[in-house]
């Protein structure tokens, strides 16, 4: 890891955190609304599926297109367990702004997930004979 303390720092919990979801671990950030690289955006509990998407590609999408890390947790502050937590981490305000904006549109039905990095050219080139 390079940069900054604070950027180290920051990748270090991104890193933790990854590593614990992909081996099926419950992952649970302490005070998130403290941290000032984190926004919350607060979703019903039946919301999830559209936020996250078919295999979590809308969710991926809206990660690659604000530069940003997402992932759901569930909400500490909700007893009865009907809300979730989206957190969304990054250094830039703006670019988590925008990744809240488009889970929103997610949420709603008006965002459709970008091909990644290939865009429509993979569709162009079969259309070329390339």
Not at 7 to 34: A, H, I, M, N
Not at 81 to 89: A, D, H, R, S
Not at 100 to 122: Q, W
Request: aromatic share 6%.
């Amino acid at each position: 890891m390079a940069g900054t303390r604070a950027e180290r720092s920051r990748c270090w919990d991104y890193l933790t955190w990854l590593l614990k979801q992909r081996k099926g671990s419950k992952v649970f950030v302490d005070d998130p609304e403290k941290r000032d690289d984190c926004t919350e955006l607060r979703i019903p509990r039946g919301a999830a599926g559209r936020v996250q998407g078919k295999a979590g590609e809308t969710l991926r999408s809206i990660e690659r297109e604000t530069k940003t890390f997402c992932f759901l947790v569930p909400d500490r502050d909700d007893p009865d367990g009907k809300e979730e937590l989206v957190l969304i981490f990054g250094a830039d305000k703006k670019r988590r702004y925008k990744a809240l904006d488009l889970m929103e549109d997610a949420m709603s039905g008006r965002y459709r997930a970008r091909d990644g990095d290939r865009g429509g050219r993979r569709d162009e080139r079969r259309r070329d004979g390339s």
